[in-house]
């Protein structure tokens, strides 16, 4: 059954040269205002330099690469709130493969203009009433589309895993070890990926995630040793976090590694959004600014540790970014 | 004679090892969008993310360096707009050195702040109708400091120039080589710098250089055969290139070396910034995007290049940031 092979390190070890040449390695960035705000030093993996603005391309590239020529030639579905969307979009004009991307009506402007760049076909949906996941199954089945899932597929885990491959490598190039990992976390693809290449290649990192206020199930699923299903009628600024319940994949896995969770709310992410333009100099999304949320707010109590944490997408509207600048900077 | 010695490539490979472990190795980015703007492969060095928000540390690391302890004990002063301000302050703290900044009374708040932060004693000159110059002088032989010049000294110079050395060494890692490098140009230690080590190990390279309207005095000198001076009371966002005149020492180098110039607007300026928010995920100051700026809006018409450009400066104020992206988003 497709996808039903398990995640492994070695199954990271092997997108991360699959994806080699066509993802971006992204640099792991320090920042002394950081440092001392956190009473810690942290290291930065940027994806939000990567294609597409996100770490999504990496889950994305993979998937497109195991597909057989066959598959591709007839086509890939992704449904995304707009991230993912770009990553599939961006694999599949590579591929020379159509895309077809189910994706919110209320998706961010930007992102939706960036995966029409990239020559995605759009199928809208509206994310308070309609169940993605059934709108994509049935356009797929119908249209013979293979799927690309946004995190609940072994090809995306692994792909998004390859992050935590290169950070690690990265920090040791300068002698460092993470005593923590911080994901941001939304179905727990990347989380999954980053979980099965740590545990490997740095068993003593413990991992954690940042949730935003709302859609913050994953850590209580994860306490409560089942998959619990937030309310999606809630706004959250972080629309790339905002899907309702830990994927049937990812969720074992993260409840294996998973060893702490931090809730920030938007005014939390909007300051630390302010806080990345002022001093970091780098231009990150709600969704993406969620693990630095929690260093910034110093809900994560990390004093004298080494912590590596995800920026894991910049793809903000230019508008709300400059209300969140005009209000927090 | 201070100063008198002249800067040369062996000079700058010695301010590299200098500054090692001080200076952030920062990254060479790249960005498909922005290649296919400028329809060339654009290599960014982004000095934004070195401390202090930009390339001023390098020089300023350097010269603090090459100083006696004695020296060091006694203090350095700078003048400054305010991004070698934040260099210059850093550096000193780094020796436990005092260092007296003079900035002008209208430099951007963030700029007085982060000086601040770091230790700086600030004394502020009206840009307009004093000289700087003679301010500096003045107060460093009444205190016997030390000077740490923005640009018109050889161990500034050199220390700047550290920037295209790792940047062609980085271009080489990824088999790419600089057919033009574009820099900010204000006194032009940065471009000195670059065109020094840049004659020695990448001769091929063509040296740009991207100025303020009203401030593009540089390449007009360069022109004239002799240097002019701007008429220092227009206005330009670029509050870090509106240095008057190139300097006595940065000129020859210049001269021999610089093959084209750009003037770049306000405007230009601020639609670049805004373009950098978008696709670059990167915070960029107006004078530290003047580069970007030539390549963005064509002035450079380099299809099919490899440019090499720095992105010298982040130090923007976030009220005038989220302006020009609320007016250019």
Redesign the interface.
Known sequence: MEGARAATADGVRAAAQRIKGAA?VT?L????WLNERAGARVLIKAE??Q?G?SFKFRGAMNRLSMLSPEERRRGVLAVSSGNHAQGVARAARLFGAPATIVMPKDAPA?KVAQVRAYGGDIVFYDRYTEDREAIGAAIAAERSLALAPPFDHVDTIEGQGTLALEAVEQARAIGAAFDAFIVCCGGGGMTAGCATILADISPNTELMIAEPAGFDETWASIRAGRRLKADVAQKTLCDALASPTPGEITFPILQRHVRAGFTVTDDEVSETI?FA??Y?????EPGGAAALAAVYTRKFKGEGKTIGLTLSG?NID??L???I??RF?
Chains 1, 2 share one sequence.
């Open positions: 971006i640099p960035l320090e920042n002394e939000t330099l294609h603005g930007f302010a333009a002022k970091l100099k780098l231009v990150v910049g230019p508008s970014y400059a209300t600048l005009g900077g």
